[in-house]
């Protein structure tokens, strides 16, 4: 999946696609680099981050979730508004990657359940603004598979379809890195769900840190650590990894794939 965040403020693309013809463009380059889907973001969810009218963010997000559709490319509304996943359907998007769960709006999930369409339920626990404040575990892996395991009921009880759902444990999101690294390192209790895993590591800051101690690196700095993170991901059985810089990552999974088939049983 790559990222195409339409904002002027996210973390490390903030203001590069602003224009329509650029990020178009910019998904078209993501896609011909083998993205399968390219996911269009109009809200920023940097820690911190003031909320935006609902308008601005359909201004944003309408125009270019439409041209790539129109030229064949699957589209992803990253989006906590059912009004905007609702409006992205309609012009064309095939899925919709809510990094609330459905928790931020109430309407999210009906609304799910009728377009059909295929949705990502990330883990979240309170608004970027004061999400820092809500980075209190037990487990960190037991209470993020918990907390998902209740929004997949809850979802399913709306009437979205269990094959519609996608689950992602929400890296950097009311999260400290050492939390980050506890759910990379015990992927496998996610997988343990049965629902498809999607992980968005890219260029965060739990890499930057990890570089760069109390000198994080820039986002810019962090693509060969998100390729060492997408190969430990898709080895560790995740579905989709959410990505920049699409080509490197699409190496990355292809050697962590060829490593799972050589080690199956009827391989040797
Ligand atoms: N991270 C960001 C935005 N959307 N969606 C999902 N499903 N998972 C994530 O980890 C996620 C997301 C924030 O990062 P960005 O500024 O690079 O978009």
Known sequence: MGILNVTPDSFSDGGRYSSTTAA??????????GADVIDVGGESTRPGAIRIPVDTELARVLPVVRDLSRCGVTVSIDTTRAVVADAAARAGAAMVNDVSGGLADPAMAKCIAAAG????????????????????????VA?????LGARVEALVDAGVKPNQIILDPGLGFAKTAAHNWQLLSRLAELV???YPVLLGASRKSFLGELLG?????????????????????????????????????LDAVRVADAWTAASAPNHR
Not at 24 to 33: F, Q, T
Not at 118 to 140: C, E, I, K
Not at 231 to 244: D, E, I, K
């Open 24 to 33: 178009v463009e910019h998904g078209l380059a993501m896609a011909a680099d």
């Open 117 to 140: 369409l295929s949705y990502v339920a990330m883990h979240w626990r309170a608004p970027s603004r004061t999400m820092a404040q809500h980075a209190l575990y037990r487990d960190v």
């Open 143 to 147: 209470d993020v598979v918990g907390e």
């Open 192 to 194: 343990a769900l049965g």
């Open 213 to 249: 101690g109390a000198t994080p690196v820039p986002p810019a700095a962090r693509d060969a650590a998100t390729v060492a993170a997408s190969a430990l991901a898709a080895a560790a059985g995740a579905f989709c990894v959410r990505v920049h810089d699409v080509a490197s990552s």
